[in-house]
């Protein structure tokens, strides 16, 4: 697949990805192409079990396909060392997960400010930015408490911010209302949409909710492997 100067941001073709059961071979992914445009949002809805988060793990370079090729930012993740791509994965993704994954010990504004240092913005500024991203969700009230001092719907907006504070090009989230009340998830879900469109970011969101989905501006489902 040959990288073109388009809007493209994530990219993969002919992904195949088998897992082994004992002596056997269980076909997930059976060949899948796929393009995120820039500020697009996508939903990929499935049953249990389809394969959906499997997808956005290998899109994520969190796990590696058994074939096939993953292009973020018009690189082939393979073709990455480590290193590269954990580089390339956190100047251009964002994650968001159903559990918030938020590290206990750390404040929340520690926590957002986490993938700035990571990559090595002076504590100075990661902070700053951080408390930018947290202002942006509701949260500049909460910038030291710790993840168990918050709600549910308040951890969940730490991570969308944390998830968002580098500006990456493409936010992947897996089920990431899935743990919240009907009335939360709408009002994360509402949030993650409208920082999406001021920030320009690209959306991928595994979801079960219809409702949700509906409200995304393409709407993918996989079945036995395939996406379509």
């Known amino acids: ?50 394969g959906k988060s499997t997808l956005l793990h ?4 969190l796990d590696a396909p058994t074939s096939g090729e993953v292009l973020l930012m018009g690189e082939r993740m393979d073709k990455l060392s480590p290193l590269a791509q954990g580089n390339l994965r956190n100047r251009a993704l964002g994650f968001i997960y159903q559990f918030h994954h938020l590290l206990p010990e750390f404040s929340a504004l520690e926590n957002v400010a986490m993938p700035l240092a990571i990559r090595g913005d002076e504590t100075r500024v990661a902070k700053a930015r951080a408390a930018e ?36 090009s493409c936010v992947l989230a897996d089920e990431p209302t899935g ?24 959306l991928v969101m595994v979801t079960h909710d219809p409702q949700l989905a509906a409200k995304m501006s393409r709407r993918l489902t996989i079945a036995d492997g395939l996406l379509g």
């Open 179 to 202: 743990n919240l009340d009907r009335g939360t998830a709408d009002n994360v879900f509402e949030l993650i949409m409208r920082l999406n469109a001021k920030y320009e970011t690209a």
């Open 133 to 168: 991203m947290l202002n942006d969700v509701g949260l500049s009230h909460r910038l030291t408490h710790k993840p168990g001092e918050l709600s549910g719907g308040e951890r969940q907006r730490v991570a969308v911010a944390r998830a968002l504070v580098t500006h990456p």
């Open 58 to 61: 290998i899109l994520g370079g």
């Open 1 to 50: 697949m040959n990288n073109t100067i388009d809007n493209t941001v994530l990219a993969c073709a002919g992904l195949v990805k088998t897992f082994k059961q004992g002596s056997y071979e269980v076909p997930v992914l059976r060949g899948i192409d796929f393009a995120v445009q820039k500020g697009e949002t996508i939903a990929i809805v499935g049953a249990s079990g389809s």
